[in-house]
DNA sequence: AAAAGATTGTGATTCTTTTCACAAACTCTG
DNA sequence: CAGAGTTTGTGAAAAGAATCACAATCTTTT
């Protein structure tokens, strides 16, 4: 996380993604250039922090004009890293999972669901558009033969520890955990949860004026 | 965010529900009392941290052995407003949408689905399990007549914005946006968003070692 | 070409969140 | 019940992140 010696917080590459998102609809429709007042305004930044984060990469504004919207795009890819596609797998393939199996946004992100699994035999063996759902068995020489690095994690929540476990023991490193539960892996590697009950409930509390409305 | 004088992180909140979720597991198996460590071991997080956040409430612990579960539990539940039911609509019945109207999860987190919502004529009128779909044309008087709270927002990216209006003049309040736009609403709105690829990136970034490893 | 205007880049400041560290409070053991 | 062992609760310190604020730099205007 250091680059010329300034530690990078992860929000901020986070951010980086929404502002190569922006710029790229910018692209579309022409704009050449754009200011870091209106690149905040359109994705709910301020200012500041849109200049504080793309300044930990480097100086790509003109002062008095403010960025060229396709070399700040072309810069966020290359600092990103989209210039290279990730390989992905999905082991689940239940509601969720096969919403994600369908849905065809990643591509343009540079991401590539190359492998689907699941335990259960009636699912075995069907094919969603390019891909055939395999037997959880077949999960880690797949991994190795189609040099899988991420990996989406959709079973149900009894089994999503045993099944992590699998996915770290077939070389898996990075796991996008839908279960709602805390998974116990090493160190080393790197889960992030997406408890969708949980960003429903927050939302709730906030809602509720517990953040100080009603109390004093 | 302010309890006792202090302000308490939205972090703090989102850790709760984990807390929350963890004892309510703990009690099924009969595990009356648990450390600040334990628990902290359990849910990935420091024991300063359990705590900390515990403290923002509260005294909870007892010197020597530690929390009660059964009673943290209900403390829990009790500050994050579990008792009450909130309404939830989802719009957009696509892949994702129908993913989680599908769902039955939500049931034990207070959330009910209440009402789903597409412009498509062909899914109007269809059922799944007690939900009809709805016509996108009903959705004010249905917010209102339902009490709609919280809206789960799947429709395509290019839409979400026009929908996400349809919803804040149909006097909603909170947003869980799934679609990979940033959008603009009143400030008084809660957005959410849920962008998957995102996530997924983030965690290819770091994998990627640009976090420091291959640069000085 | 000078003055007015716009906008960047970044150190300094402020605000927020996490971690530390330890007295106080409790439990357990023999 | 005394002493050893745990564990809490919480100020204080440290770390992390966002915001401020402004000199420097570029653009536009006249
Ligand atoms: N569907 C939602 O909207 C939703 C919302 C929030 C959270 N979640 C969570 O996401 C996860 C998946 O939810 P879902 O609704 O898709 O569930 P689901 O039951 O529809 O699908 C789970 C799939 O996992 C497969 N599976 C079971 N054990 C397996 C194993 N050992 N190895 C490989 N595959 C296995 C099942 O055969 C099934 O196809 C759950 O943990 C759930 O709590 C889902
Ligand atoms: N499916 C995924 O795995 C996935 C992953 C990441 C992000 N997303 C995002 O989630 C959103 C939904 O994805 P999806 O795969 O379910 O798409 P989808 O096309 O399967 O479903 C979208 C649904 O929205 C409905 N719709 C269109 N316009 C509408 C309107 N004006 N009002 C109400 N409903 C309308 C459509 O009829 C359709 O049923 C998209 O924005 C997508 O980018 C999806």
């Known amino acids: 996380m250091v680059m010329n010696g300034k ?4 929000s901020t590459i ?7 998102r922006e710029l790229t609809e910018l692209d579309k429709i022409n704009i050449r250039t ?11 930044l301020s200012d500041a922090q849109v200049r504080k984060d793309l300044g930990y990469f480097g100086q790509f504004g003109v002062s008095g004009s403010g960025y060229a919207v396709g070399e700040l795009k072309n810069a966020l890819n290359n600092i990103l890293g989209k210039d290279k596609i990730w390989n992905v797998a999905i082991v689940g393939v239940g509601h969720l999972g096969s919403a994600l199996l369908a849905y065809s946004g990643f591509d343009t992100h540079g991401l590539k669901i190359v492998a689907a699994f699941d335990a259960d035999e009636k699912k075995v063996g069907k094919k969603f558009l390019d891909i055939t759902i395999q037997s ?6 797949t991994v190795k033969k189609k040099k899988v690095e991420l990996s989406i994690l959709t079973v149900p929540v009894g089994k999503a520890q045993e099944v992590a476990e699998e996915l770290v023991n077939a070389g898996v490193e990075c796991i996008l955990n839908f279960a709602p539960v805390s998974l116990n892996v090493p160190e080393n590697i790197k889960v992030k949860d997406v408890d969708l009950s949980r960003e429903l409930e927050t939302l709730s509390y906030f809602l509720a004026g517990k953040n100080g409305n009603n109390k004093k």
Do not use: M, W
């Open 14 to 20: 986070s951010r980086l993604f929404v502002y190569l």
């Open 136 to 141: 959880i068995e077949e999960i880690k020489q």
């Open 7 to 10: 530690k990078i917080p992860q």
């Open 34 to 44: 754009i200011s870091s007042a209106e690149l905040g305004e359109r994705t709910n």
